[in-house]
């Protein structure tokens, strides 16, 4: 059995359990921290100051790594509190999403958990780049 990816058919075992793959929660756990640490990263360098941020932070390599470790756990910890509401007071729709809105009736409690990245899937992902930036620095 094969599920459908943006690509095309995707081997079953690829991603267990998972029906579909929403690139959009997929985008957002991914490449959108990445990109808010790279900025906020080089606005703090530019603005300097008295003292110089990335000598204080022991090089522009630490420096970097001290905002995505900063921004992959907000991650990480939004992604693991969405996953507790959702099982807490089930699932509404937040609007967060385009097609969200589109849709006849709020997607079922079943399959949002059945898509990559679901909410843990997210706060594993993030929180894995969140110790991979602990153990560079």
């Not at 991914?30 to 000598?55: C, L, R, S, Y």
């Not at 509190?81 to 385009?98: D, H, I, M, Q």
Request: hydrophobic share 50%; proline share 7%.
């Amino acid at each position: 059995m094969s599920f459908q990816l943006p690509s095309g058919p995707v081997p079953r075992g690829l991603i267990p359990n998972a029906g579909r793959v929403d690139s959009q929660r997929l985008l957002s756990v991914v490449a959108i921290p990445f990109a808010a640490a790279i900025a906020m990263a080089t606005a703090v360098a530019a603005m300097g100051g008295v003292t110089d941020p990335i000598a204080e932070a022991g090089g522009p390599m630490y420096f970097v790594l001290n905002f995505v470790k900063f921004c992959y756990l907000a991650v990480s910890m939004a992604h693991l509190s969405g996953a507790l509401a959702e099982r807490a007071n089930g699932g509404l729709p937040a609007g967060l999403w385009l097609d969200e809105m589109d849709r006849s009736e709020p997607e079922s409690r079943e399959s949002f958990w059945h898509a990559f990245p679901n909410h843990l899937d997210g706060a594993a992902i993030a929180g894995c780049v969140t110790m991979l930036c602990f153990l560079l620095t």
